[in-house]
């Protein structure tokens, strides 16, 4: 396995998803990261419907920062004290992309009945999987 992927999606108005993301050091360098963040935007946009995905990056982590402009994300703004992350509160920076297909698109999902859950990609070009009792509309 080289890393693994993963966004928490709120349906209803929101129509918007939190990316996290985990590689490690011995598979980076090769791509697979960008390949399976691609394929869980691909996803989130296509049959989740969300409108908006965002990530929350700690400024120094610079082989992050430079994937998710790879990705087409763009920087949002800035959350000081966002995490805390190893006895201490870390800034974040946020960075976004939405979906250029959907501005016309009503919110799917809305009202009492709206999900939250999360979908992962585990190994590179491994299908999607949903839990936390979550689903795909």
């Known amino acids: 396995m080289a890393g693994s992927t993963s966004t928490t ?4 108005t929101l129509q918007s998803g939190t990316l996290g993301y ?23 946009f296509g049959e989740l419907g969300l409108h908006r995905l965002e990530a929350n990056i700690q400024p120094d982590n610079t082989p992050s920062l430079a ?7 763009e920087r949002e703004g800035y959350s000081t004290a966002f995490q805390f992350i ?5 800034d974040h920076e946020r960075w976004v992309r939405a979906d250029p ?7 799917v999902g809305s009202g009492p009945g709206a999900r939250l859950g999360w ?3 585990g190994e590179v070009g491994a299908e999607l999987r949903c839990a936390g009792g979550g ?3």
């Open 119 to 121: 979908w992962s990609v």
């Open 22 to 44: 985990t590689a490690y050091a011995s598979t980076t360098g090769h791509g697979y990261m960008t390949e399976g963040l691609g394929l869980l935007i691909q996803h989130a």
């Open 67 to 73: 994937l998710v402009k790879r990705l087409g994300f």
């Open 86 to 90: 190893n006895g201490e509160w870390r």
């Open 135 to 137: 689903d795909s509309r």
């Open 9 to 12: 999606s709120v349906r209803g």
């Open 101 to 107: 297909t959907d501005r016309a698109r009503v919110p």
